[in-house]
Each structure stands twice: as structure tokens, then as C-alpha cells.
């Protein structure tokens, strides 16, 4: 049997097939199942539309197509797409979204000598030491990153954010023949429909908090006056961390519920809301790339959300984050691995919705055991900046072959002893309002510490020169280092050279991790 023909057998489990022999790796899965099998004859024409297409894609040499035998007709069929000998050895990147993540993508990607040409879209000034940054296209306008795509002969897209995954970027892409690293959009709904989230890890006996879901404020409240406090309640949609809302009592949860479901504080992201059972323990962000059926650890991290020191203040994107986080033991992965991450990716494939791209898990280490709180279908943003500093291998070459269903001999290297520990500026008044335009000093002086590495995620430079703050989070100050000690003491090092009065950060990042490493657990 060809590794084709096994992956065909697992995507398949009770169709006998015929297949295509002689296949030596498959490049690239195109997911068809849009096609509608209505008559047959119509049905194969669509099909033969597809293969001529697969072919036409550019690392393509030979396509072929899965058939069933005699009239029967699957419901998914899948083109192999076979890699050319001749693989490009140098790709016009190009990478969507404006963040600090983004720009750690774009920062370790540029130094790849897979790279020939590599965009930003729509990027940031900080990023203009990097990439070609192309600050008219918007993420969203997932048309125009298309026509731009092949108008600049882009070989291959990564996507930041989770707007456009969700969007269904990944599959505009596809189907115009550019190879794109996330998933597609029926994939994309681990993180896009909460309800959709945990009702899929019930059924799939995947270790979560017990939840219920409502989309009548009356029966919500009905369920809560029944429930322990505290109580987590949490939009069904995205809605830019903002959407979850830890209840102490029953005032709070009803009026999280009335907010949202009957004056639509999140608008159609909050038409249904989960309510789930308050989990104690550690928070953990996991990391697997996954091409559809491989599960490829991708590293742990831990991220601080609140605004200010000793987790008080509001909730914000994350203020800081470092990485590997020390509460993630080989036995815990194994077990993560095993108990979640396999049967996720497994359950994804059998109903018919294929996961590629990074799996982000959000854990809460429990006394029972690790149980999903989320899945992010992007990379983390800090997250992202502590992950790539930490890489050996090649971060393009690891993804496009993610991308491209390649990951037979993928082997991904760390730095040995590494760490490294991301703290956040921000603009005074985030994740409110904020004042635009400041200036900031001496960016400059703080790069070229030894072992510091400075993401931006919302900077200009105005026309005198000067780095002027353009958003809430502005900067990530990365430091890197043998231990988390010496990584965090870079990072505040390097922020001690910056001049920005108007500026505010975490004075405290990576405070549980060095009490844990003080406290010898
Ligand atoms: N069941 C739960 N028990 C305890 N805390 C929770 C629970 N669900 C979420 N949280 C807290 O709320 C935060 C945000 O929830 P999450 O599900 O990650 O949504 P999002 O990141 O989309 O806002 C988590 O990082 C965690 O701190
Ligand atoms: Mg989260």
C-alpha cells in the first residue's frame, strides 16, 4: 500500500476504492465536496473540471483522482496532487495580517533561503525592514489578497488573523491554485461557532467543561438560577476576546445574558451563548500543525490576558507570553496528544471537515486531567513571538509543507535551552480608548540588545522619522535567553532604553513560571 493509499483508506473507511498506484508523495489535498452529485453525468464533468485544475496548480506534475467503483457516487472525493521534482526552491510569500504575530511570521520567515519574496498584507511600518509590506489591502477584502496573490505570482500564503480563515480565505486561495497554510473555513469553525465547538468535543468524547447552550435569554436564566457560581458564559461567535464573561453570581450572569443575547452586545456573533461550568487549575496554550490527519507538536506557551500586574485590570489581547511553559511535562503533552489533539484532528477528518494549518489549544489543567476551554485555528498573538525566536528548523519550509500535506519526514528542531518571554506595550487606556500618534524614543537602542527581538503591532513612522504609536498594542518586547530568568531580564532591559511616556506594560510577566521554577515543581 502507498502512504496515498493508506491516507485514502482512513478518509474512506467503508468505500473500496480504486487508486492510482505509484504515487511517491502527496503534495496536496483538494477538498471538492462543493460539487454537487446531483445527476451523474453533470457529476463527472465537475470532476473532470477538477483534475484539469489540479493540474494546472504550479508544484503540481501528475494529479489523479480518487473513483469509486461502478455508479457509486462518494460523498467527498479528494485530488492527489503529486510534487513536482522540481519544487521551487525559492517562494514569493506572502503573509496576512498587521499584528506583532504577524510580524514574528514575517521576521523568521524573511531569514529562510526557501524565501525569494515575501509581502505583508496589509503589514505594519515595523515590518518594513522585513517584507514588502502592502498596507492597502485590508484581511478581510479576501477578493482582492486573491488577485493580488496571483497578480505577484504568489506561491504561497500564510494566513495571521481569524477573521479571513473563517471567511474562507484558505479555500479562495485553493481553488486559484496558491498553496495557503490554515484551514479551510468548515475547519475554521473550531474556533468560529463556540456551540459548534462543544458540541463536537461531546460527541467526540473529547475532556471539556460541561456546558449548555441557549438561544432564549428566558430558559438562560432559567438554567442559571439551577447552577454553582461561579459560571462561565461565553457569544457563540468571534468577538475579539471580548465575548467571555466569568459570572461571581446570578446578577452578573444575567445580565452577561440579557447583554448579549436580547441587546446583541456582540450582534450576530452573540445570537446563541454557551454556558459552561467554571474550570480551576493552570491555563496552557498548546500548539500542533496539523495536515489533516499528523499531529505535529508545535510547542506550549502562557500567556498573561489581563491589563495589569497580578492579573488585575481588564481582559486584553495578552500582555505578555513565554515560551515552553514549564507546566507542560512529556507526559502531559503525551497526554494532550493522545486525549485531545489526535481524536480532534481524527473526529474533524470523519465528519468530512479535514484540519490543516496550527491548532491552538486552550487548556485548563484540571485536578481531573487537561480540558479544552478553546481551539484557535491561528497562532497565538503573543504567543507567536516567544514560538518562532525559539525555532531551529526553517519556519517556511515547516509550514509549506503543512501546507502541502509533506510532513512525512517533517522533524521539527528547537534551540536547546531556550526560552524566551514576551512583554507587551501598550498605549495608556488599553483595551480602551487610547490616544493615537504619540512618539516613541530610542527603538533603536533597545534592538540591538544581544538576545532582544522587537515585534510591533501598531506603529507608524511619521514623516519626520520618529516610530509614533498607531494602536493599543504596539510593541512586543521579546528577550531570549538559557533560562526564563535571563530572557525575562532582556526583555525589561530593553525596555528600560525605551522612551514612551504614554506607554504602559506588565511589570510582572512570567511571574507564575519563575514561582513555579522557585518553587521546584
Ligand atoms: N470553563 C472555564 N473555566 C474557567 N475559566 C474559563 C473557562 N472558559 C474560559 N475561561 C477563561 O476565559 C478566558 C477566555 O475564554 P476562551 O474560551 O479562551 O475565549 P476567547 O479566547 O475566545 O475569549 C480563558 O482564557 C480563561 O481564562
Ligand atoms: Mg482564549
Known sequence: MTAGSSLLALLFPCQSLSFVSGISSVSSLLDIRSLSPNNVRNYQRQL??????????????????????????????????????????????????????????????????????????????????????????????????????????????????????????VDKLTRAGIAAFGPHSNAAILEGS??????????????????ECFRNSQLAKSYVNKQQFPLVIKANGLAAGKGVIIAEDRTTANQAIVSILDDTMFGSAGSEIVIEE?????????????????VIPFGSAQDHKRAFDQDLGPNTGGMGAYSPSPLCTESLENDIIQNILKPTVQGMMEEGRPYRGILYCGLMLTKDGPKVLEYNVRFGDPECQVICPRLKSDLLQVLYKVATGDTKDLDIEWHKNLWSLVVIMASQGYPGAYQKGTVIQHLQE??????????????????????????????????IGNSIQQARDKAYSAIEQIHWPQGFYRKDIGWKCLHIETSGR
Open 194 to 211: 463556540k456551540v459548534w465547538m462543544k458540541q463536537f468535543l461531546k460527541r467526540r468524547n473529547i475532556p471539556t467543561a460541561q456546558y
Open 278 to 294: 467554571y474550570l480551576q487549575g493552570e491555563e496552557l496554550s498548546f500548539f500542533a500543525l496539523v495536515d489533516g490527519l499528523t
Open 48 to 169: 473532470r473540471g477538477v483534475v484539469s485544475f489540479a493540474q494546472k496548480i504550479k508544484q503540481t506534475r501528475r494529479s489523479s483522482i480518487v473513483q469509486t467503483p461502478g455508479n457509486g457516487l462518494p460523498r467527498f472525493i479528494w485530488i492527489y496532487c503529486v510534487a513536482s521534482d522540481s519544487v521551487k526552491k525559492a517562494l514569493h510569500v506572502a503573509v496576512i495580517g498587521s499584528g506583532g504575530r504577524e510580524h514574528a511570521l514575517c521576521d523568521t520567515i524573511s531569514q529562510s533561503p526557501m524565501c525569494n519574496k515575501l509581502f505583508a498584507i496589509p503589514g505594519n511600518a515595523g515590518m518594513r525592514a522585513c517584507a514588502i509590506v502592502v498596507e492597502n489591502i485590508h484581511p478581510h477584502e479576501t477578493e482582492k489578497i486573491v488577485e493580488f496573490c496571483k497578480h505577484n505570482e504568489v506561491d504561497f500564503v500564510i494566513v495571521g488573523p481569524e477573521i479571513p480563515l473563517v471567511e474562507g480565505l
Open 446 to 479: 533597545a534592538s540591538n540588545i544581544d538576545g532582544v527581538k522587537i515585534y510591533h503591532s501598531g506603529t507608524d513612522l511619521s514623516s519626520k522619522g520618529e516610530w509614533i504609536a498607531t494602536g493599543g498594542r504596539v510593541l512586543g518586547i521579546t528577550g
